[in-house]
């Protein structure tokens, strides 16, 4: 699954999924409740780091896209609690998840170092990868291994959220190193 | 054939000539044209159709399909939805000016555009209105 990805959206899939996931041919299987929650912890963690975008931010447009993160995944989210409390599964912890919070706190502690531009900057290019990274993991993990009809229409459903928000976060880096 | 006699076959022709000529040319100018009501879905983070072709007085809802709220922005701010809600719509009427183009002001990569009939040309309206 990760033989597509590339430059930096490699370099940040390989810190927040590899390390669980190891090589394509040793992905693990995930169960539905697995699932559900690496997805539901991919949303918060985006969540997280919006907000400290939102109080360090300096450009108005990287604000107003952290603010939109925090919108659009906290719905997922929501979404995701229903549907679990209607399919009565609760989420369960496993090693994916687990992966990506410690790359998150990792890259939240990085970011927290930084402030004004820099800070821009690295919080877009970090968008980039997380959402490439996050939507390679749907493609080539997280749908075709869910097995419930209606947790598999909700990822498919978000899918077109985070491509695009990649190129949101795509266009917004680009922007911001020209301006260099 | 007497004058007056004359005068009433002169008359009946004019009128079969102007019944043909209404038949021909339709009916009369009975102003313009009646408001039309466009729809544009917002579904899968897109505007489906993207480009209307609407006139001044025409109105266009656009629907919100998707779980996350969307607006319809145009000219930076000019006009603006605000949030439309998931499963809410949104109802502009075309202003005498015309449109534009629009885009999502929480996800700007997502654009449309609305054309006036008038602003396209022969060949772009053929294309467009089938």
């Known amino acids: 699954m990760f033989t597509r990805l590339t430059g930096a959206a490699l370099t940040v899939a390989a810190a927040l999924l590899l390390p669980s996931l190891g090589s394509a041919q040793e992905a693990p299987e995930l169960s539905d409740p697995e699932i559900a929650h690496v997805a539901v912890t991919a949303n918060a963690i985006d969540v997280e780091t919006a907000e400290l975008a939102t109080s360090r931010a300096a450009d108005h447009e990287v604000r107003a896209f952290a603010q939109t993160m925090i919108r659009d995944h906290t719905a997922v989210n929501e979404r995701a609690a229903k549907l679990a409390a209607k399919l009565g599964v609760t989420p369960s912890d496993n090693a994916v998840s687990q992966s990506l919070r410690t790359g998150a706190q990792t890259a939240q502690a990085d970011l927290r170092a930084l402030e004004g531009a820099a800070f821009d900057v690295a919080y877009m290019a970090r968008e980039v990868g997380y959402h490439q990274a996050v939507l390679d993991a749907l493609d080539g993990l997280l749908i075709p291994q869910t097995d419930n009809a209606e947790l598999k229409a909700l990822l498919e459903s978000v899918r077109p959220a985070i491509a695009m928000h990649l190129e949101h976060a795509e266009h917004l880096a680009a922007r911001l190193a020209a301006e260099r | ?130």
């Open chain 2, 1 to 130: 054939m007497s004058a007056r006699r004359l005068r009433g076959a002169l008359s009946r022709g004019a009128a079969v000539l102007a019944a043909v000529a209404f038949a021909a040319c339709g009916p009369m100018d009975d102003g313009p044209p009646a408001p039309v009501r466009h729809d544009v879905a917002i579904g899968s983070f897109r505007f489906e159709p993207a480009e209307v072709i609407a006139a001044p007085g025409d109105s266009i809802v656009w629907t919100n399909h998707d779980f996350f709220p969307h607006t319809v922005t145009f000219g930076n701010g000019a006009v603006d939805s605000g949030n439309i809600e998931p499963g809410a719509s949104w109802t502009w009427v075309v202003p005498a000016a015309g449109g534009g183009e629009y885009l999502c002001s929480f996800h700007p990569m997502m654009t449309g555009s609305v054309v006036g009939p008038t602003t396209l040309t022969l060949e772009e309206r053929h294309h467009a209105i089938p």
